[in-house]
């Protein structure tokens, strides 16, 4: 996968890859869904990105651990704060997004709904 000097820049692009929850493969695994990133006229790295469900998990797992505590521990102020982010994420595009938010907050769709329909202003 890596050839002389390709290290600085997989070094560099691994903890935006991580933080996605993507995968790093050689690029000649390359599906055709895939993203291959090229350093100075050569193929370097393959990048493979989780499936929309699979991000949204990831996600609060990372916004778990900036919080230093289960996000269903945070006080309403809080909960209000992640469901804005989420939103801005587009974490409600994807399928049964809420019911999972819902489930990582402690708190009934009803209330993430109110949550959302609070900072649009309804």
Do not use: C
């Amino acid at each position: 996968m890596t050839g002389t000097g390709d290290e600085p820049f997989i070094a560099a692009v691994k903890p935006l890859v991580d933080a996605m929850g993507g995968e790093i493969l050689p690029p000649d695994e390359a599906g055709p869904e895939d993203v291959v990133l090229s350093w100075e006229g050569a193929d370097v790295v393959a990048v493979r990105l989780p499936q929309l469900a699979d991000s949204l998990d990831h996600i609060l797992a990372a916004m778990e651990r900036r919080k230093g505590k289960p996000l269903a521990d945070l006080d309403r102020k809080a909960k209000q704060e992640v469901v804005r982010i989420l939103e801005a994420r587009g974490a409600f595009s994807v399928r049964h997004g809420v019911e999972t938010v819902a489930s990582a907050l402690g708190v009934s769709r009803f209330t993430v709904y109110n949550y959302l329909n609070r900072e649009k202003g309804v």
